[in-house]
Each structure stands twice: as C-alpha cells, then as structure tokens.
C-alpha cells in the first residue's frame, strides 16, 4: 500500500466522521458513511471481494434493530408512549424524588426493549411533556432529562441486543447473546446504579420534593357506555385538557390525550405490549438454539403489525413512511469505512501500542481496553470507535476467553466511558437536538461538567465489576 493511499484513507476517515458528528443542513447520516466507502473503495483501500463480508456482518444488526423501531412505531400507534407518560406522574405520587426512579426506570426499560436511540427518540419527548405538565422550572427539569439520557443511553451495556454497535461487535468476537447477558448484566447494572446515584445527589436541591398528584379516577359511564373520570380544572391532569373537557367536568379514560381523542383498547395494548416481552425473551432462547436474533426479530415484527391491521385497519404504510430505512447503508457505509482504517493500518497501530497490556489479562486487561475505548469514542464516536476496538482485539491473537472479556471492556467503555461528551454517542447528540427543538438549552460545556463527576466513577465501577464478576464465574 503506498503512503499516498494510506493518507488518503485517514483524511476520508476523519472527513466522514466530522460530517456524520456535524451533519450540515440536517444531512441524513447515512450519506456521508456511504461517501466515505465509496471513496475507500475508489482509491482501493478497501477492495470489492471485502464488500460480502461486510454485509453478512452487519445485515443481521440492522434487521434486527430495524424490527425494533417497526416495533416501538406499532406502540406509538396504540398509545403506548402516551400511557407511559401518564403512569410516569401517576407512580410518582406528588414526589419530586420518587418521579427521578421512575423516569430513571422507564428510560432503563425502554432501551432494554427497544435499543439506545430510539429510547432518546421516546423517552425525551415523554419527560418533556412530564415536566410541563407539572410545571417544573427549566433548573429542575434538568436532573429528570441529563439522567434520562445518561441511563438510556448506558442501558445498551447490559443486553447485547439494544445498541447496533453491540450486535455488529458481538458477531465479531463470536460471543452468543446469552453468554454476553450472563457476563454483563451484572457489572454494567452496577455502573449504571451508581451514574443515577450520582447525578441525584448533584443535583438534589434541584429537584423538587412535592409535585402534583394526578387525581383519583370517580369512574363514570356515559351514553353511549365509554368509560371515564371526573376531572376538575385544578388538577394536574386538567392543565392538558380543553375547555370543553372542563367544562363539562367529564373526560376519557386517558388523562394525556385530547379530551376527543380515541379511548386505548386495552386488549389490544395488552396483546401487543405481551408480544414484545415475548419476542425480547425470544432472543436469549433462540441464540441458544442457534437461531439467528434477525429472524425473531422479523417475526415479532409482522406478527405486531398484522395484529394491529386485524384488530384495528390500519395497515402497514405509516411504517413503511416512519422506518429510517437508512440504517442499513449507514451502518454498512461506516463499516466499510472502518475496514478501510484497517486495511491503513489503523488496527495494527493500536494492537502495537495497547497488546502487552490486554494480552496480560486480568484487571489490568480490562481497565486498558475500557480507558481505550472511552478516550477514542469521545474523539470520534463510539460507533467507529468500537468497531476499530474490536478489530484490533481480534487481530492481537488472544485467547478466547481473554478475548472475550476484553470486548466486554470495549463495550462498557463505549457505552459508558462514551458519555462524557455528547460527541461520544449518536443519542446525545439526538438527545441534544430534541432539548433545543423544545426550547431548552443545555450547552455542551454543562453536560460535560456534569459527566465529568458522574461518568468516570461509573466506567470505573462496571470495569472493576466486570473483572470481579468473570474471577467468581470462572
């Protein structure tokens, strides 16, 4: 490979990276990954025999998150999100304190269910609503929505289904999803407890000890037997419904929709939100029966959107209009991206600097790679960063159990240590982005501020945890 070759190969690298980071104009993602393969493979960096590879790589990931959102749309569809909302205040009953637990574990469950972005995408919106329903001050919104983002986006760590990194990677290294859960949950869980620990003790004179209480459902039944409560304008509640609503002192079953709007059918919602426990369940059984998680993943996701054409009409085009099928060249594109650095000699770099260190094991093991990996994914994101990691631990010829622990360390390390910068993760940036469109401005010299008391102590913790963990488990 000549110098100009290889030259040419990290400016197109760093060119692709600072687009994808800055995105012009709201420039779709997946145009410059797919820019910059195209230049790779023009200058011949990455050659056209490597492009079958890449794609038996990474299809399996993008089906299966792309399953996802399908899924988490049919839920929109029915009111799921809107329901969380309204459960939000509810469990929270008149508690400042107990409303930053619940939201902790609604982002928590969402990314377990969903994956990392598309918690940010619902769960954002959902404690922004929350907040002015309340009519929380901008100050003490902020814990609810920094703490939000930090444990949606860290939840990716423990499940290896719920970040596209994750599933890529794990294909990699040839670690199934059960084997990855067991070593994981424990350590990653740890981290993330104390993250929400921290960021409510800095910001305990913040957040308000009493809230508003949704008010107790006085049932009734109207002509034409709809079900609903009695509501007084007073209330929490009645600060989102109209007049008319008001003034009739009546409104449906639902607090947070419009006074007219549809009454959930709870059936439905029942059936629908059963399924998705089902098919997240499906993926640990299927991985051990060695059935690829894309194929579960596209089954639940037709069985959902079927159940909902049958049960209610709606067929499937808001799907097909709502679906970022982009992900699929973005992920490909970045891939190619990253097996050009590789064939630059990227990977062989960082082996030469970093293989005495990891191939000696142990804490010492860990705590290199897990550093490494935060330190890269704040430069240039975590997504080409823990694929460039993960590259390199397979090129250092270690064993496969060393290797195996040492992509968990990667792994917390890019989903983790990579929220000390909202550069570090695609979902802060998303996250960010949603703040501003909503007219609250968090700079980005305040959220590294608050990671830097925050996130260093968590990375810290799920690596020890994840040392301690593999020594007792063997």
């Not at 769960?123 to 930090?150: D, S």
């Not at 499940?159 to 890529?168: D, F, M, P």
């Not at 407890?193 to 006085?218: N, Q, Y």
């Not at 709606?314 to 097996?339: E, N, Q, S």
Request: charged share 10%.
């Amino acid at each position: 490979m000549h110098e100009a070759q290889a030259f040419g190969a990290y400016v197109i690298f760093a060119a692709t990276i600072a687009l994808l980071i800055w995105r012009p104009r709201g420039l779709n993602e997946a145009y410059p990954a797919t820019g910059g393969a195209l230049a790779l493979l023009l200058i011949g960096i990455v050659r056209p025999q490597e492009l079958g590879e890449v794609f038996g790589i990474v299809s399996g990931a993008v089906v299966t998150i792309l399953c996802t959102i399908v899924m988490s749309i049919v839920l929109d569809s029915i009111g799921f999100f809107r329901w969380s909302a309204y459960n939000v205040i509810r469990y929270a009953r008149g508690s400042g304190i107990r409303l930053y637990w619940v939201i902790m574990a609604l982002c928590f469950l969402m990314t377990l269910f969903f994956n990392n972005d598309g918690s940010i995408l619902i769960t954002t919106p959902i404690i922004i609503q929350v907040a002015r329903l309340l009519r929380l001050k901008i100050h003490q919104q902020i814990p609810y929505l920094i703490g939000g983002a930090m444990v949606a986006t860290a939840a990716s760590a423990p499940i290896g289904v719920s970040n596209l990194a994750n599933l890529i990677a794990l294909r990699i290294v040839g670690l199934d999803l059960n084997t990855y859960a067991w070593l994981m949950i424990p350590p990653s869980m740890a981290g993330i407890a104390v993250i929400a620990l921290l960021l409510l003790a800095i910001h305990w004179r913040a957040i308000p000890r009493r809230i508003a209480r949704l008010p107790e459902r006085r049932t009734f039944t109207d002509d034409a037997g709809e079900e609903g409560y009695i509501i007084d304008s007073q209330t929490a509640a009645g600060r989102w419904l109209p007049e008319s609503a008001l003034e009739s002192g009546k409104t449906p079953f639902h607090p947070l929709r419009r006074a007219d709007a549809y009454v959930p059918d709870w059936r439905l919602f029942q059936l629908c939100i059963t399924l998705v426990v089902l098919i997240r369940a499906s993926f640990f059984a299927g991985s051990a029966a060695g059935i690829p998680i894309e194929w579960i993943a596209a089954a639940g996701a037709v069985s959902l959107i079927f159940i909902r054409w049958k049960w209610t009409g709606i067929g499937p085009a808001d799907l097909i209009r709502k679906t970022p099928w982009h992900i699929l060249a973005f992920a490909f594109g970045v891939y190619v991206v990253v097996t050009g650095m590789r064939n630059a000699g990227l990977t062989d770099w960082i082996t030469a600097q970093v293989e005495p260190y990891i191939a000696a094991g142990g804490l010492m093991s860990i705590m290199w790679t897990g550093g490494l990996l935060t330190v890269m994914s704040n430069l240039i994101n975590n997504l080409p960063s823990v694929m460039i990691g993960t590259m390199a631990l397979t090129d250092m010829g270690l064993d496969g159990r060393t290797l195996q622990i040492a992509y968990l360390a990667n792994i917390i390390g890019s989903d983790v240590g990579a929220l000390l910068t909202p550069l570090g993760t695609l979902a802060a940036l998303i996250w960010m982005f949603i703040l501003k469109q909503h007219g609250i401005r968090v700079s980005w010299g305040a959220y590294i501020r608050t990671a830097l008391l925050v996130i260093p102590a968590g990375l810290f913790v799920s690596l020890a945890a994840l040392y301690l963990w593999t020594q007792w488990t063997g």
